[in-house]
């Protein structure tokens, strides 16, 4: 068994970062918002499926595809911005309004994926180009390896939108203190619908780059929003760098107990350490760089 | 420049400000001052947009602002120190600054760059904290900051909130200093405080607030000669609280 070990340290790591790239984007959300987005994982689910469709059905060439399919979640992230978070946001809503609007969005999109492409799984092939390569006794595939390296990449992109440019410092600036950034001339309802185009965005390129790999289907969400939303708290909600190791502590979790413990109690098994995690580290292993102050909406 | 005319402000059930009419004229340095709960954050508040306004009417040379939203007025030429400074912790002295420039970015870097040094030789302590974060700034060198941040707006009227709050009386009087000359510059400044003898002496004009009406209203001078007493007996028997 315990030659298995490094295989599957490595395919925690791939399934890591797309739990990662969910709890950035939650994070985000929550930084402009104070609300967490129970639809991230559907803009998962969308990324890849609605990439599939544009390839296998309507017989786009792939690049194309990824393109038309990305943008699409896109649009539908800041459609649910404008449509469910807006009005409620403009007549002051409470959090809890947000949060059942989103899981009403988080059920619609399936619902309406599943009737208007299907219910079959549905997948594309891997992008190619990279090698894969040897990690001494693991085989990296050349998929998992655009895993990687597109996470790494989104993360490095993030990373400099937020430090380098001042839209990004803006972004931060709401997210630190709304009514000073609206002094500052901060325009927050932008900031609000930018955080949610981004968590479409990384939602949709972690579907894009995932789906080649296991398949996605219409029903796909709700488990990535779970395992993010579980990263993102383990990492300090909101901290990016958290995001990264709370999806790596939970995919390599769930890797090993699956296969140590069962498949049947794997996520049991991942829940009960995370837990004891919780309870060692209340505030997640990174600490939140901003606590939200609601009462200054 | 500034006229507020009938200005009305509740929360909920209370009245924080009942037909309150101010003006402010071309660089002029005009005073607030009351006792706590007395309506003059909540005046503040409304020139800069953070609370919905009852009735009333501001006007901020010759626009009608009363309505503007809140992150359109900088863009104006009105910009605000808040109360307890409020700078943004997490960032750092320069992008505080950066930030105080937000609605110039189509502007060319290098003019944002030429006013930030000249709020770094306005303030040189903060050129030594450039790199540190807001947060681990004292009290007097955030409250360079948030004046500093507001400058970087290029405003013509600055309202400043309790400029005072939590400063030693020595730190206040450096930037009480620091506003008089940037005030000698030609910059309109509205000043809301509780301590009545500096605002008094600090400013050209001053209002007396009292449970959310204007109780007094003169030349600093004047309210500071003949009217003190009443000035204080307005800061007795007014334990209404507001935000």
Redesign the interface.
């Known amino acids: 068994m315990i030659d298995l070990l490094p295989v599957l340290l490595v395919n925690g790591v791939v399934f890591g970062a797309i739990y990662a790239i969910n709890a950035i984007g939650i994070g985000l959300v929550y930084n402009t918002t104070g609300i967490i987005n129970f639809a991230q994982g559907e803009f998962v689910m969308l990324g890849g499926m609605l990439t599939a469709f544009l390839f296998g059905h309507v017989g786009l060439p792939l690049p194309f595809a990824i393109i038309g399919g990305v943008a699409l979640t896109v649009v539908i992230g800041l459609l649910t911005e404008r449509l469910f978070i807006r009005p409620l946001w403009r007549r002051g809503a409470k959090d809890w309004t947000y949060v059942f609007m989103l899981f009403a969005v988080a059920t619609v999109l399936p619902n309406l994926v599943m009737l208007g492409v299907g219910r079959d799984p549905l997948t594309f092939p891997a992008f190619g180009v990279l090698p894969s390569v040897k990690l001494g006794s693991v085989m990296l595939s050349s998929q998992a390896l655009w895993v990687l390296l597109v996470t790494v990449l989104v993360f490095f992109a993030l990373q400099s939108f937020f430090d380098r440019t001042?839209v990004g410092?803006?972004m931060?600036?709401t997210a630190?203190?709304r009514?000073?950034?609206?002094?500052?001339?901060?325009?927050?309802e932008q900031m609000v619908a930018m955080s949610f185009g981004l968590a479409a965005l990384l939602g949709a390129i972690g579907g894009v780059i995932f789906t080649p790999l296991i398949s996605t289907q219409f029903d796909a969400g709700v488990s990535m929003t779970l395992n993010g939303f579980a990263a993102a708290i383990i990492g300090g909600m909101g901290n990016m760098r958290g995001a990264i190791v709370g999806g790596l502590v939970i995919g390599i979790l769930q890797s090993i107990s699956t296969a140590f413990i069962s498949s049947v109690y794997g996520d049991a098994v991942t829940y009960a350490v995370l837990f004891a995690l919780l309870i060692i580290w209340p505030h997640g292993l990174f600490r939140p760089?901003?606590e939200l102050k609601n009462e200054e909406i | 420049m500034l006229e507020v005319r009938d200005l009305k402000i509740s929360y909920g059930q209370i009245e924080a400000l009942k037909n309150v009419s101010i003006r402010v004229d071309k660089g002029e340095f005009v005073g607030v001052i009351g006792a706590n709960g007395a309506g003059k954050t909540s005046l503040l508040m409304a020139l800069s947009g953070a609370v919905r306004v009852g009735s009333g009417s501001v006007l901020f040379d010759g626009e009608d602002v009363t309505h503007l939203p809140q992150h359109l007025r900088v863009g104006r030429g009105i910009a605000i120190v808040p109360e307890g400074r409020q700078v943004l912790g997490p960032l750092s002295v320069m992008e505080n600054l950066e930030l105080g420039a937000y609605q110039r970015r189509a502007e060319p870097r290098a003019v944002i760059a030429r006013d930030q040094e000249m709020i770094l030789d306005l303030f040189p302590i903060l050129r030594q904290r450039a790199g540190q974060l807001a947060a681990t700034l004292s009290g007097g060198e955030q409250q360079m900051l948030a004046i500093g941040r507001a400058l970087m707006s290029r405003p013509r009227l600055l309202l400043l909130d309790e400029p005072s709050f939590g400063l030693a009386p020595m730190v206040f009087a450096e930037i009480l200093a620091t506003l008089r000359r940037l005030h000698a510059e030609g910059l309109a400044c509205l000043m809301v405080e509780q301590d009545a003898h500096v605002t008094l002496e600090t400013t050209s004009r001053s209002y007396v607030f009292r449970t959310g009406q204007i109780i007094m209203e003169g030349s600093s001078s004047e309210l500071r000669q003949g009217g003190l007493v009443l000035v204080e007996e307005s800061y007795l028997g007014s334990g209404e609280k507001s935000p």
């Open positions: 001042l410092k803006a931060k600036a630190i203190n009514r000073v950034a609206a002094w500052l001339g901060v325009a927050v760089l901003i």
